[in-house]
Structure formats: structure tokens, C-alpha cells
């Protein structure tokens, strides 16, 4: 079974930052798009940022120029950097290696 390991979540002030990080094992990191995802309560999971194994980046217009992915080849870690949040940003964080491995997700709260 693959397992996708998150961290970094938590509570921060709105405008602050926090830095979301993901592990997958080798053989699903380097062939894999690797994005996060997000689901408040009551509403559907939604997609947040993806990277591509080449390293091409896709974001939700929500997080555009707030939100960076990246990913680090030698690490088989994906990260997320999320700056100026917002309290409408809170929600649990999924991290997904394309296309049906998720990892058990990490609460971010924003709120002052």
C-alpha cells in the first residue's frame, strides 16, 4: 500500500504563512504529477496546486500568486508554501500522487 506522508499544518493568523510538505516513496514520486488538495467542512475536496514529474505547475485561481508548489526530485518530497493566508484557506490538506494515492491530510486553520 502507498503511503504519502504529510506535515506543516496547523494554526496561523490571517496574512501569515505556512509550508505544507509531502513524502512518497521513489517509485510513485518519479513517474507520478504530484498536487494538493483541499476540503473545508461541508464542501467538496477542490484541487489546489499540481506539479508534473517535469515540473510544470497548475493552480486553483483561489491561490494564484499566493500559493507555490514544488518538488524536490532527490528528496521524492512535493511542497507546498502558502503565504498571505486567508481564513477562507482553512481546510484539511490532502496531498495526491496522480492518480489515486492520497495521503491522511493535515489540518490548516486560519484564524486570528
Known amino acids: 500500500q502507498v503511503q504519502l506522508v504529510e506535515s506543516g499544518g496547523g494554526l496561523v493568523q490571517p496574512g501569515g504563512s505556512l509550508r505544507l510538505s509531502c513524502a512518497a516513496p521513489g517509485r510513485i514520486f518519479s513517474i507520478n504529477r504530484m498536487g494538493w488538495y483541499r476540503q473545508a467542512p461541508g464542501k467538496q475536496r477542490e484541487l489546489v496546486a499540481t506539479?508534473?514529474?517535469?515540473?510544470?505547475?497548475n493552480y486553483a485561481d483561489s491561490v494564484k500568486g499566493r500559493f507555490t508548489i514544488s518538488r524536490d526530485n532527490a528528496k521524492n518530497t512535493v511542497s507546498l508554501q502558502m503565504n498571505s493566508l486567508k481564513p477562507e484557506d482553512t481546510a484539511v490538506y490532502y496531498c495526491?500522487?496522480?492518480?489515486?494515492?492520497w495521503g491522511q491530510g493535515t489540518q490548516v486553520t486560519v484564524s486570528s
Open positions: 506539479i508534473s514529474s517535469g515540473g510544470s505547475t
Open positions: 495526491n500522487a496522480y492518480p489515486t494515492y
